[in-house]
C-alpha cells in the first residue's frame, strides 16, 4: 500500500448547474485509471542480496517481506568454504497485499568472500548482471514483444560486517565493479554489536570512504519543492541516515505485552520495528513504501540505458571495422553511417580545421599591424 | 640432555624415610615462589583476529589498563606484526607483558599468504631463544624471553561456523603455539546461536584435526574448574573499557538503548571465564607446554635439519662434541671438493681462451699474407703498366721526333718545288 496518495482524485458531482459540468473536462481521473491498470497487471522487482556468509542477508530479507524464502537452506562448513566460488541462485515467489500482486525475485549470491583467496569474486555477479541486461536487450529488440520479462537486477542491498572499521578493500572493489550496473544500497549488517555513538562512527566513516573511492550509490530523488515541509524533513533524515544500519529476526518475542519480531538477550530485547533500535523501518519503508518504482526506473532509465548504448557503440565499431553489414542480433535499421559518409566527414572536418586556423592567422596578422 | 626424565638412582634401592620432627624443607616451594618474584614474570599474547574485531579493547579489559593504540587502516597491504611489551606490577608481583598484535589480518582480497608473518614471527622467536640456549657464554636466567606463550584466536561472530582463513590460520598454528579460540563482539548472538555457534566451531576444529590448548587436568586443585572450562571453549567475550551505572555501582559494560551488557556478569559473556583461566589459573602452565612441548619440537626439527641426531646408525647415543667434529669435517672436506671443483673450471677455461687466441692469431697470420701476396700482385701489376707506358712513350717520342726531322726537311722540298 502506498503511504502518501499524492494525487487528489475528484469524482465529477452531478448538480443542478449546468455550468461547472461544462468547466470540468475529467483528465483528473487519470491517476485512478494507472492505478487501476496496473493492479491488474501486477509488479515485479528483483532484488539482490551480496556479502559474506553470516551477515545475517537471509533473515533480513525475510523480515523485509515477512515471510520464509529459505526454508531447508544448506550452510557449508569452513573446510568446504576455502575454495569456494560465488553461485547465484534466484527465488522466485508470488506475494499479493490488498489486490496488488508482487513477483519478488530475490538473487543471492552464496560464497561471495568465503574464500581464502577472493580475487575477482565478483565476476560471476557482474556477469549475471549483464547477461540480464542482454537479453532484455534482444527481447527489446526482436519481433514479438508482447511477452517481455524483466529480469533484470533492480536493486542490490550490500551487506558491511559491522566488525570494522569501515570499508574493506574487498567491499570497494564490489561496489566499484557494480555501482554502473545497478543500484547499490550499502548496508551496515548485525547492527545489534555497535552502540549509538559507534554506529554514528561508522556511518560517517563509510559515508566519507564512499566519497573518497568515487562510488555511486544509489542516491534517493531529490522531493519535489512543492511537498509539505513534514515531508522534506522525513526525507532529509532518511538521507542523512545512510548507510542503513539494520537488524534482522526470524522469531517473534514478547516485548512491553506485545509480539513483535526481534532477538532476546539476556540483557535486553531489540526489536527489529523499534525505530531506536535500528534503521530496518526506514530501509523498509524506502525499498517498499516509497522508492521501489523509482528503483525500477534508474534501472531502466540509467544503468540499462549505459549498457545498451555502450553494446551498440561496440557494435558500430565493430561494423565500421569489418565493412561488413551482417548484425549478430536482429536489429532494426538504424541510421548508422557507412564507410564512405564517415569519410566524408572526415575529410570535411579537416577542411573546417584548416580553414579556421587560416582565419586565425588572418586575425592575428591584422591584429599585429594595428 | 633427552626429554624424558632419567631416574639417576634406579640402580640403588630407594627407601621412604619417616622424619622425627620439623626439619623445614617444605619451605622450598616458598623459596621458589620468592626468588621467582622478585626476578618478576615474562609473558606473551599474541592476538590474531581481522582489523576492527577488538582485539585491543580486549586487552585493555583483561588488564584493566589502557594500552595505548592506534586503529588501524583496512588497506594494509599485507599482513604484520606488533609487538609491544609493557611493565605492569600488581601486589608486589612485576610482570613484563608483551602484546603481539597482527595488523592486516582478513583485509586483503587474496589471503593466501595471511598465516605465513604470524608463523615466521613465532620461529623467529624460538629461533632467537635457541641461539641463546646454544651459546658458549649465555646468560639465560637474564634473557627476555619473547617466545608466545598463548595466541588468543579472535572468531567473527557470523552465528553459522568458522571462516575458512580462521581454519587455515589455526591449522598452520597449533603445533607452535597454545591457541585459545575465543567468539569476539558476542553481544551479537543470542544464547541458543550461541550454543549452537560453540558446538560448530568446536566439532570443525575436532573433524580438521586442529589442536587447541586444554586447561590442565592432572592437577587436583585445579582439574575440576578446568575440566569444567573446556567444555565451554570457545569462549564468547565481550570487551569495554567505559563504564556504565548499573544499579548504585559503576561497572564495565556497553550501554544499548535495549540493555545495558555487563562485562563481568556471567550470564551476560564468557569474559570472567577468560580471565581466571588465562591470568588467574593458567598462565604458569602456559609458559611451561611453550618451553616444554612449543619450543622443544621446534628445537629438535630445527637440530635434526642441522643434521644432530641422538643415536648414531649403531643406537650409540651420540654426544654433542662428537657431533660437531663430525660435522664440521664435513664441512671441511665439502669446503676442500668446492674450492678444487672451481680450480679445474678456472684451469679449464684459460685452457679455452687459450686455444680460441691462438685461433685468432692464426687467421690473422693468414689474412696478413693473404693482404702481402695481394699488395705484391698489385704491385707487379702497376710495373707493369709503367713499363708499358714508357715503351708508349718512347715510341711515340721516338715518332715525334721522326716526323719533325721529317717536317724539317720538307719545307725544302715544297721551296724547291716552287
Not at chain 2, 707493369?384 to 720538307?410: G, V, Y
Amino acid at each position: 500500500m502506498t503511504s502518501n496518495i499524492r494525487y487528489k482524485s475528484r469524482i465529477p458531482v452531478k448538480t443542478e448547474d449546468s455550468m461547472e459540468e461544462k468547466q470540468y473536462v475529467g483528465f483528473a481521473t487519470l491517476p485512478n485509471q494507472v492505478h487501476r491498470k496496473s493492479v491488474k497487471k501486477g509488479f515485479d522487482f528483483t532484488l539482490m542480496v551480496a556479502g559474506e556468509s553470516g551477515m545475517g542477508k537471509s533473515t533480513l530479507v525475510n523480515s523485509l517481506f515477512l515471510t520464509d524464502l529459505y526454508k531447508d537452506r544448506k550452510l557449508l562448513n569452513a573446510e568446504e568454504r576455502i575454495n569456494q566460488t560465488v553461485e547465484i541462485i534466484k527465488h522466485t515467489v508470488d506475494i499479493e497485499e490488498k489486490g496488488v500482486k508482487l513477483k519478488l525475485t530475490i538473487v543471492d549470491t552464496p560464497g561471495f568472500g568465503d574464500a581464502v583467496n577472493n580475487n575477482e569474486c565478483w565476476k560471476p555477479i557482474t556477469d549475471y548482471i549483464d547477461q540480464q541486461f542482454e537479453q532484455y536487450f534482444r527481447d527489446e529488440s526482436g519481433l514479438n514483444r508482447k511477452n517481455i520479462q524483466d529480469n533484470r537486477v533492480h536493486c542490490c542491498l550490500y551487506f558491511i560486517p559491522p566488525f570494522g572499521h569501515g570499508l574493506r578493500p574487498v567491499d570497494v572493489e564490489f561496489m566499484k565493479a557494480l555501482h554502473e550496473k545497478v543500484n547499490i544500497i550499502p548496508l551496515i549488517a548485525k547492527a545489534d554489536c555497535l552502540t549509538p555513538t559507534e554506529i554514528k562512527k561508522l556511518k560517517d566513516r563509510i559515508r566519507e570512504e564512499i566519497d573518497k573511492f568515487g562510488i555511486k550509490v544509489y542516491q534517493f530523488p531529490e522531493c519535489d519543492s512543492d511537498e509539505d515541509e513534514e515531508f522534506k524533513q522525513l526525507d532529509k533524515e532518511l538521507k542523512e541516515c545512510t548507510p542503513f544500519a539494520v537488524i534482522g529476526s526470524n522469531t517473534v518475542v514478547e516485548a512491553r505485552g506485545q509480539r513483535v519480531r526481534g532477538r532476546l538477550y539476556p540483557w535486553g530485547i531489540v526489536e527489529v520495528e523499534n525505530q531506536s533500535h535500528c534503521d530496518f523501518v526506514k530501509l523498509r519503508n524506502m525499498l517498499i513504501r516509497s522508492h521501489m518504482h523509482d528503483l525500477k526506473d534508474v534501472t531502466c532509465d540509467v544503468h540499462y540505458e549505459n549498457y545498451r548504448a555502450q553494446c551498440i557503440q561496440e557494435m558500430t565499431s565493430k561494423l565500421a571495422q569489418d565493412n561488413r553489414m551482417e548484425s549478430p542480433i536482429p536489429i532494426l535499421p538504424l541510421s548508422t553511417p557507412d564507410v564512405d559518409t564517415e569519410k566524408l566527414i572526415k575529410m570535411k572536418d579537416e577542411e573546417l580545421r584548416r580553414m579556421q586556423e587560416m582565419l586565425n592567422k588572418m586575425q592575428q596578422q591584422m591584429h599585429d599591424k594595428d | 640432555m633427552a626429554a624424558t626424565d632419567v631416574d639417576v638412582f634406579s640402580n640403588e634401592e630407594k627407601r621412604n624415610l619417616s622424619l622425627g620432627g620439623h626439619v623445614g624443607f617444605d619451605s622450598l616451594p616458598d623459596q621458589l615462589v620468592s626468588k621467582s618474584v622478585t626476578q618478576g614474570f615474562c609473558f606473551n599474547i599474541l592476538c590474531v583476529g581481522e582489523t576492527g574485531i577488538g582485539k585491543s579493547t580486549l586487552m585493555n579489559t583483561l588488564f584493566n589498563t589502557t594500552f595505548e593504540n592506534e586503529e588501524a587502516s583496512h588497506y594494509q597491504n599485507g599482513v604484520y606484526l606488533r609487538p609491544r611489551t609493557y611493565d605492569l606490577q600488581e601486589s608486589n608481583v612485576h610482570l613484563k607483558l608483551t602484546i603481539v598484535d597482527t595488523v592486516g589480518f582478513g583485509d586483503q582480497i587474496n589471503k593466501d599468504e595471511s598465516y605465513k608473518p604470524i608463523v615466521d614471527y613465532i620461529d623467529t622467536q624460538f629461533e632467537n631463544y635457541l641461539q641463546e640456549e646454544l651459546k658458549i657464554k649465555r646468560s639465560l636466567f637474564n634473557y627476555h624471553d619473547t617466545r608466545i606463550h598463548i595466541c588468543l584466536y579472535f572468531i567473527a561472530p557470523t552465528g553459522h561456523s568458522l571462516k575458512s582463513l580462521d581454519l587455515v590460520t589455526m591449522k598452520k598454528l597449533d603445533s607452535k603455539v597454545n591457541i585459545i579460540p575465543i567468539i569476539a563482539k558476542a553481544d551479537t548472538i543470542s544464547k541458543s546461536e550461541l550454543h549452537k555457534f560453540k558446538i560448530k566451531i568446536m566439532s570443525e576444529l575436532v573433524s580438521n584435526g586442529v589442536q587447541i590448548y586444554q586447561f590442565p587436568t592432572d592437577d587436583e586443585a585445579v582439574s575440576e574448574i578446568n575440566a569444567s572450562m573446556n567444555a565451554h571453549l570457545p569462549f564468547a567475550v565481550v570487551g569495554s573499557v567505559e563504564e556504565v551505572k548499573v544499579g548504585n555501582k559503576s561497572v564495565r559494560a556497553r550501554q544499548y538503548p535495549w540493555g545495558v551488557v555487563q562485562v563481568e556478569n556471567e550470564s551476560h559473556c564468557d569474559f570472567v571465564k577468560l580471565r581466571e583461566m588465562l591470568i588467574r589459573v593458567n598462565m604458569e602452565d602456559l609458559r611451561e607446554q611453550t618451553h616444554a612441548r612449543h619450543y622443544e619440537l621446534y628445537r629438535r626439527c630445527k637440530l635434526e635439519e642441522m643434521g644432530f641426531k641422538d643415536t648414531d646408525p649403531d643406537s650409540q647415543p651420540f654426544s654433542l662434541q662428537e657431533t660437531y667434529e663430525t660435522k664440521r669435517k664435513e664441512f671441511l672436506g665439502d669446503l676442500q671438493q668446492k674450492e678444487e671443483q672451481m680450480r679445474q673450471m678456472f684451469v679449464n677455461k684459460v685452457k679455452e681462451t687459450e686455444a680460441e687466441l691462438k685461433e685468432k692469431e692464426k687467421e690473422l697470420h693468414e689474412k696478413f699474407e693473404q693482404l702481402k701476396r695481394m699488395h705484391q700482385d698489385e704491385k707487379r701489376k702497376v710495373e707493369e703498366k709503367r713499363r708499358d707506358l714508357e715503351d708508349e712513350m718512347n715510341a711515340f717520342n721516338r715518332k715525334k721526333m721522326a716526323s719533325e726531322t721529317l717536317s724539317l726537311s720538307q719545307p725544302l722540298k715544297k721551296d724547291k718545288k716552287n
